[in-house]
Each structure stands twice: as C-alpha cells, then as structure tokens.
C-alpha cells in the first residue's frame, strides 16, 4: 500500500516531505486564528492533520526503501552541523505516523464536543493553539537538531498550557491544573536545554548525528555526564517518568476532553521519543554511567510507577482520573521496556507505546462521549450507560480490556513482548511486578466496567443517549484497531523493531 | 486641569514614543550587518506602544492599537517567515533557501538580501504582536488607576 503510495504521490511531495509535514500545520495556524468561523477552522484543521499523515506515509515509505534507512533535509540547503536537518529513521517515522494519525482522528471527533465545551467566539484561535501543539510534536520527532528539538518542545508545550487552561469553562480548577503543567513543564524543558549546553560546550555542535558520532572519544568528560543527567530529568518530566509525573493527573482531568485525548496519546509518547533518542542514539549503552542509570534509577523508577500509580488509579473516583494515573502506570511499563537497554527491551517499550496511544486514544474518546452527553466524569455518572450508550461503552469496554492485557487484544501482545524481552535478560521477578500491575488495572477498570454493565442508572429516565456519529466512528476505528493488532501483530511490531534497531544505529531489517 | 500633575509625564512621553519607534527600526534594519533584527526591534516598538498605554491608560492605547490588530499582527508576522520557506520551495529550492527565491546562480546575493529583510519583517510583527497581545490581555484585567488615586 506504501508502494502505491510512493509511486502516485507527485514529486513535490516526495521531496520535501520532512519539511511540509511540520510547516504545513504551522503556517495554517495563524491563518486559523484571524479566521472568523470556528467550523471552517475545524475543516482546516483536519485537511492540516491528513496532509500531515500523508506526508508522514511517505516518509515510513521512504525510509524503508532507502538503504542506509534514514532520510535527510537540509533545511535552506544548509548541510549537516552548520544548518538544522530534518533527519528520520525507522524511529521517528514510526513517532511521526503515529502523532498524524492520531491527530487525524482526534481533530474528526472534536467539533462536537469543542462546540459544547469551549466559546464560541474563541473556536478558531483553540484550533490555532491546537494546530501549533500538533506541528511541535510533530517537529520534535522530525528535527535532527538537539537545540531545535528545544524549540519544537516549547512551541508544542506552550500551546499545550494554552489548550489546558482553556477547560476553563467547564471547571475553573484548569487554570491551576494548566499553570502547574507551565511551571513543571517549563523547568523541564530548562533542563533540557542545560543539558544540551552542556553536551555543546564538550563537543561544540549542536547536531544530534554529530554529537553522537564526537562522543564515544569524549569517554569520562564530567560535562558530558552532567548534561547526560539535566537531559534525562528534563525529557523524563515531560515524558511523566515517576515522579516527575505530578502535573499529569490534573491536566489529564480538567482540560477539554478533545485535548486529553490527543495530549494523552501523544504528547508524553513523543517525549519518550526523545528520551530514547537521547539514550540510545546519542549517549550509548556502552557507556558505563548509562548501564547505571538504567539499573538504579530507571528501572526502579519505571516499576514504582507501575504499581504506586495502578494503586492510586484503584482509589479515585473521577475516570478521567483513574486513567490519567492509569497512564503514568503505562509509562512506567515503556521505561522498563527501555531500561532492558537491549534491542528486544527497547523495542517492547516502543511496541507498548504504540499500543498504549491507541488504547488510551479510544477510552478519552468514550469518556469525552459521555462528558457530552450527561456532563459527568465520576464513576457514579457511568452508572448503567451500558443500557443507554450501548456503542460507546462497548468501544470502551474493549479498550479497557486492552489496557488490562486481556488475550487478543493489543495490550496483551505489548505486555508479551516485553515478558519476553525481559526473561531474555533473566530478570523474571520484573515479570512479577508487570503480572501484578495488571492484576491492579482490573481493579481499578473492573470498578468502571462494573458500573457501566451491572449497575442500574442512577437517572433511569435517561433514555438511549448515544454519543454523536462523529464521535463514534474515530472511537470505534480505535476500538477495532485495538482487536485486530490483537491478533496480527506483524505491523506495529515490524514498525517498533526497525524503530529499536533505528535507536541503537543498528542497520534495520 | 485636573490632570495637571503629570504634565511633564506627558510631555516627555510625546517626545520619546517617535524616538523609540525610530530606534526600533534602526535596529530592524540594521539586523542585517550587525546586531539587531527582527525580535529586539518587534520588542522595542511594543515596548513604544506600552509606555503610551502606562501614561494615557490602557483603552486610548486600544483605541490607537486595538487588540483585533496586534492579534492579526502576530498571526501575520508567523504567515509571512512560514510564506517566505514556501515561496523558496514554489521556486524549486529546500525550505528557506534564500539562494532560491529567484533561482539565482551561486554569487548572486539578490536572493538573500530579499530572504533575510522578510524574515525579520516576519519576526517584527510576530514579536510586537505578541507582546501587545500579552501586554493587552494582563492590563485589560484590571481596573483602571483613576487619577485621584496617584
């Protein structure tokens, strides 16, 4: 299909992909905001998200057929450690199909429940926002640039803080919720950025390529190090590594439901991009501080998540919530996929993050289903909505399953890859912890599922009150994505594998 | 008279805001051969329009600069750098390759003189814009200082 792609799309296309994919999103956003109507930016937007998608094919498409698996831009034709080059491998082309199709989808289904949620006078300048937030995660995992990876992560964080605060109208607790993500989000993207000083005053380039390739003879400088340790903090807060992760739950609660959903499968997921980036594509493995931080601080980081945030997920009451902790838990199984620091580690990491992108694309979609219809989040608001929203609990009830690694679901191959790759390292008492984190996350999902499917209504005058058809179709595409990688693994997976090989500069395939 | 009591507030201010505004296009244009550029001049000229605001009060600044326009303005300025990187490729060129614009061999300079006076035009607007719109948004929230509270 890729193929075809590659031989019909014009040339245009083919050769400035990289660029148009990020620019494309970027100058339609201030074109939305001094537009008048809200339903002609939300068009603008969806053209904006699957002209990125179609670029992002071409690059998967391209990236496979190069030989040497990466494809390169120079942006004002300036080459490498001179200009900013756009570089994507097997790794990011992966991240970028991701974000596009998300975001396709995401930006299908918000026009209903950004008309109930937001003013309307302010429609065009909340697709604006969004738009800027698309194209910088977007730009982060395009860009071959370490300073402006810096840049794409403010660009796509400030209109985040922006499209937070903006939950405003439904709960006045967003505003506190977004300035916490500004400050937490701000003193990480500061340390990103002393890191990457650090590393420019040792090597003097700014080029992740090049950076990399300066390294290995740079073996015990203590800048290095020290720029190593403010880029891990700075990327791990933003990525909501425990227990950097304190700004999640809130911002996951109380922002607009479109944004919870497109934040929560994408925007975390890219800044683990760049911790694997960092980790394994510009330091190396082979480093004796990286071995330690994998052993001592990352992999016992991403098994406290694990189980402190499935428990906290079991005692809340808002579902927003249960699965905002719910996520931290999720990323808590990536980090330890990753800190395996093996290929079949890293891999199983990117494999669940790709799943998790989906599992928790199709719950915010249900969840935002039911904040449009009955105006509630509290499990007690779920009651007996399997009675009245049939279609939408059912897409639900799958992608909890999911969540939960039922068999034949997309969660429970993730959850297989990464029992594999860690029995491979013989670590089988991490095994344990996933085994029991998941025993947590049927708790915590039973208790919802219960409500929805054996409890009476709590108004039970509520007739059918099904979400709207818009609504429906990207959940339920979701939903069956989740049953048919479930079953045939062959695509994710392939993806996530030439992406772990990507990482290590291995050759793929 | 009741607003006797900062005549020379006023007064001084009417002098500075054209030397201001003068200064921040020196630093616009001469961005080119030596420091300067787009952000330090969109900034100064934003900062022309904030000291109007700070001595004759915010709603004769938004009657001078209404908030409809420093919003465009930014939005504009963003337009224009993203435009320039897509005319660069209407032109056959990478994105932003100045050499470009007018499909000129290696040695011609008529390309990057164009290119870079764009930008920074883009960035001017984007920045002034921005920072009104900032400006604008803190200081519309709250009352107006009265004079007899000076």
């Given amino acids: 299909m890729i193929d075809l792609l590659l031989d019909t799309a014009p040339r245009w296309a083919l050769l400035h992909a990289p660029a148009l994919l990020v620019m494309a999103p970027l100058f339609l956003a201030p074109l939305l905001a001094i537009l008048p109507s809200g339903r002609l930016s939300w068009l603008i937007s969806i053209f904006a998200t699957l002209f990125a998608l179609f670029c992002a094919l071409i690059l998967v498409g391209q990236v496979q057929a190069s030989p040497v698996g990466v494809v390169g831009y120079d942006v004002g034709n300036w080459p490498m450690p001179i200009g900013i080059v756009l570089r994507v491998d097997a790794l990011n082309s992966m991240i970028l199909l991701l974000v596009a199709s998300i975001g396709v989808l995401a930006t299908i289904f918000s026009w209903p429940t950004v008309k109930a949620e937001i003013p309307e006078r302010k429609h065009p300048l909340f697709y604006s926002a969004f738009l800027v937030c698309f194209a910088g995660l977007c730009g982060v995992a395009i860009t071959g640039d370490a300073f402006n990876l810096f840049v794409f992560l403010e660009i796509s964080s400030i209109s985040t803080y922006v499209l937070v605060a903006l939950g405003a109208g439904r709960d006045r607790r967003?505003?506190?919720?977004?300035?916490?993500?500004?400050?937490?989000?701000?003193?990480?993207?500061?340390?990103?950025?002393?890191?990457?000083?650090?590393?420019?005053?040792?090597?003097?380039?700014?080029?992740?390529?090049?950076?990399?390739?300066?390294?290995?003879?740079?073996?015990?400088?203590?800048?290095?190090?020290?720029?190593?340790?403010?880029?891990?903090?700075?990327?791990?807060?933003?990525?909501?590594?425990?227990?950097?992760?304190?700004?999640?739950?809130?911002?996951?609660?109380?922002?607009?439901?479109?944004?919870?959903?497109?934040?929560?499968?994408?925007?975390?997921?890219?800044?683990?991009?760049?911790?694997?980036?960092?980790l394994f594509t510009v330091f190396r493995p082979e480093f004796a501080f990286e071995q330690a931080t994998f052993t001592y601080l990352l992999m016992p980081l991403g098994l406290a998540a694990m189980i402190t945030c499935s428990f906290q997920a079991v005692f809340q009451t808002d579902v927003r919530r249960t699965l905002a902790y719910s996520s931290v838990a999720q990323v808590g199984y990536m980090i330890l996929g990753v800190s395996v620091g093996t290929v079949a580690g890293v891999s199983a990491g990117l494999f669940h993050l790709l799943n998790h992108a989906m599992i928790k694309g199709a719950l915010f979609m249900a969840v935002a289903g039911v904040v449009l219809t009955f105006q509630g989040t509290t499990i007690r608001d779920f009651a007996g909505l399997g009675r009245t929203a049939p279609w939408t609990m059912t897409g639900f009830a799958i992608a909890a399953l999911s969540l939960i690694g039922v068999p034949l679901t997309a969660g429970f191959q993730s959850k297989l890859q990464l029992g594999y790759a860690l029995f491979d390292q013989g670590m089988w008492w991490a095994v344990v912890f996933v085994v029991f984190s998941s025993f947590l996350a049927v708790i915590y999902m039973g208790r919802i599922l219960e409500a929805i499917f054996f409890r009476p209504p709590i108004n039970p005058r509520k007739s059918r009150k099904e979400a709207p058809i818009l609504l429906l179709v990207p959940l339920w595409i979701l939903a069956l994505a989740n049953i048919y990688f479930g079953i045939t693994t062959e695509l994710p997976l392939g993806l996530a594998r030439d992406a772990a090989a990507a990482a290590f500069g291995l050759e793929a395939f | 008279m009741k607003s006797d009591h900062h005549v020379i507030l006023r007064v001084i201010t009417k002098v500075l805001i054209p030397v201001i505004v003068l200064y921040g296009l020196y630093v616009q244009f001469h961005g080119d051969f030596g420091p300067g550029g787009g952000f330090q001049a969109g900034v100064i000229l934003a900062v022309a329009v904030i000291l109007y605001a700070l001595v004759f009060g915010v709603p004769s600044a938004m009657r001078a600069v209404p908030p409809a326009f420093t919003r465009s303005l930014a939005a504009v300025g963003v337009l224009l750098y993203a435009g320039v990187g897509f005319w660069a490729l209407l032109q056959g060129g990478q994105y932003l390759e100045y050499q470009a614009l007018f499909q000129e061999e290696p040695g011609g300079h008529h390309g990057q003189h164009v290119g870079i006076i764009l930008i920074e035009l883009g960035v001017l607007f984007g920045v002034s814009g921005a920072m009104l719109t900032i400006f604008y948004a803190f200081a519309g929230r709250v009352a107006e200082i009265r004079d007899e509270d000076w």
Avoid: C
Wanted: zero cysteines.
């Fill in chain 1, 174 to 278: 967003a505003l506190p919720a977004a300035f916490n993500y500004l400050i937490m989000g701000t003193l990480g993207a500061s340390f990103y950025i002393i890191g990457v000083g650090f590393l420019y005053s040792a090597t003097g380039t700014l080029n992740i390529a090049d950076i990399a390739s300066k390294l290995p003879d740079l073996a015990g400088n203590r800048s290095v190090e020290a720029g190593f340790a403010f880029i891990i903090v700075g990327l791990g807060l933003k990525a909501a590594v425990w227990p950097l992760h304190q700004w999640l739950p809130n911002a996951y609660s109380y922002s607009p439901s479109f944004v919870t959903m497109f934040l929560s499968a994408t925007a975390t997921k890219v800044a683990l991009y760049a911790l694997i980036r960092f």
